[in-house]
């Protein structure tokens, strides 16, 4: 169980690291992208709908040991992508980054309450605790020396 609170943490870390950041990357040179333009590489993130859905069912079929590495990897490759250049891998990054993580997320959180022998609420609740604490522990660390990148305060 402490491997899937870990795992709470750091992909809810990546997750919200990309989505807080992207923004301010996307309006800087050399993309200079207005605040409508982001928003609507926002509404990428109704790919989580679809992938917790499609992957906890492939879980359920195939075995989430099997199952859960494979949007684990997708989110680090989503992450490598939104790392390169052209604007149009930044946001296939974003979009992957956001099908790794729900895909992980669903499976992970279910795999909590089924491995708990009892106190499946109380196990439920330190999963949910790590995700809060993984949200919270990445927003600073991830900017740049408290400036935003582009040089944004």
């Known amino acids: 169980m402490p491997l899937l609170y870990l795992e709470a943490f750091l992909l809810m870390g990546v997750f919200v690291t990309i989505y807080n950041y992207a923004g301010f990357r996307l309006m ?22 679809v992938s917790s859905a499609k992957f906890g069912t492939l879980a359920g079929r195939l075995g989430r040991r099997k199952v859960f590495w494979v949007p684990v990897v997708l989110l680090i490759a989503g992450v490598a992508l939104t790392a390169m250049t052209p604007l149009v891998l930044v946001i296939a990054g974003i979009a992957v980054v956001t099908i790794g993580f729900f895909g992980a997320h669903s499976i992970a959180s279910a795999w909590v309450g089924r491995r708990a022998q009892s106190s499946r609420g109380q196990a439920a609740a330190f999963y949910l605790f790590f995700i809060i604490w993984g949200r919270v522990c990445s927003d600073r660390p991830a900017g740049s020396r408290g400036r935003m990148p582009g040089g944004r305060e």
Do not use: R
């Not at 800087?28 to 709908?49: M, R, T």
């Open 28 to 49: 800087s040179p050399p993309y200079g992208l207005s605040q409508a333009a982001v928003g609507g590489v926002f509404l990428l993130y109704v790919l989580g709908s």
